[in-house]
């Protein structure tokens, strides 16, 4: 299975201690690669040649995958605990209902996004499930159908200014697409069809 590591430009407004914060991040990157790290042996960097912010880089790195299925992670999003991810792969390649499974950070207790939440999950599950109607990009497993024909569509075409407007700066693509499940939901008025 390929491992794709995607590095985004910083914008035109990062503070420059974090942009040689993230030149230090990438230089660290190399020098791993560079010697031959067991956990980078095999890793394919992809480097954007603009900034495209979480949305644009998770458009670019998905643009490179082959497989069915994609673990994307966030650096700066560390595992808490151990995770098992076979198991988690198993779940989504025999229930095809599962189509997004997020690795919280914090509690599984109603509250934001997360605010409806059930435990009733159709069909087979090899590890514990929760449902939510809120998304998040938090380190998760998805199918790769599942951000090209229907996430990234949503999150692409936003204009800055509906950016600016509704999200707040950082996390639009996580608010964007929440406040499309609300705007869908209350037409629907069934949450479990949305997933």
């Known amino acids: 299975c390929r491992r794709l590591l995607a590095l985004d430009l910083p914008s035109e407004v990062t503070l420059e201690s974090k942009v040689r914060s993230y030149e230090r991040y990438q ?10 790290d067991p956990l980078f042996i095999g890793m394919e960097i992809l480097k954007m040649s603009r ?3 979480l949305t644009g880089l998770v458009a670019f790195a998905m643009s ?7 673990l994307l992670l966030q650096q700066d ?12 792969l198993r779940t989504m390649m025999e229930n095809p209902r599962i189509k997004h499974l997020r690795f919280n ?11 409806r939440m059930d435990r009733e999950i159709q069909g087979v599950s090899y590890v514990p499930l929760l449902r939510t109607e809120g998304w998040s990009d938090q380190n998760h497993l998805a199918r790769v159908t599942y951000y090209t024909e229907f996430v990234l569509p949503y999150a692409e075409h936003v204009s800055e200014e509906f950016k600016r407007k509704v999200c707040k700066k950082g996390f639009y693509m ?5 406040k499309w499940w609300n705007a869908e939901m209350t037409k629907l008025r069934n949450w479990s069809v949305v997933h």
């Open 27 to 36: 230089e660290t990157i190399r020098h791993k690669l560079d010697q031959r």
């Open 51 to 53: 900034h495209g912010h």
């Open 64 to 70: 490179h995958v082959k497989t069915p299925f994609v």
């Open 77 to 88: 999003l560390p595992f808490l605990k151990p995770v098992d991810i076979y198991l988690s």
């Open 105 to 115: 950070t914090h509690p599984n207790s109603p509250a934001a996004f997360d605010i």
């Open 174 to 178: 996580e608010c964007y697409m929440n």
